[in-house]
């Protein structure tokens, strides 16, 4: 499971607390400013735009999150 693979390394156990933390960054990466940056960054390169991450992130995040409120 994910959330067990984000716990080894940390050294904590695969709770609710924990998955929190990664819920918390996925969201951060998946966010409209971030999908922003990379447009532009793309403009700036000349690479045609990225595909936006924002569904497979919020897929994830509602996941982590089904899961701490269990």
């Given at each position: 499971?994910f959330?067990?693979?984000?716990?080894?390394?940390?050294?904590?156990?695969?709770?609710?607390g924990?998955?929190?933390?990664?819920?918390?960054?996925?969201?951060?990466?998946g966010?409209?400013?971030?999908?922003?940056?990379?447009?532009?960054?793309?403009?700036v390169?000349?690479?045609?735009?990225?595909?936006?991450?924002?569904?497979?992130?919020?897929?994830?995040?509602?996941?982590?999150?089904?899961?701490?409120?269990?």
């Open positions: 499971m959330t067990a693979h984000y716990a080894d390394p940390f050294g904590r156990p695969d709770d609710a924990l998955r929190r933390r990664p819920a918390a960054r996925l969201e951060t990466l966010g409209p400013r971030r999908e922003r940056y990379l447009r532009l960054f793309a403009v390169n000349g690479w045609s735009a990225p595909g936006s991450p924002a569904p497979v992130f919020g897929w994830s995040v509602e996941a982590l999150r089904a899961r701490v409120r269990r």
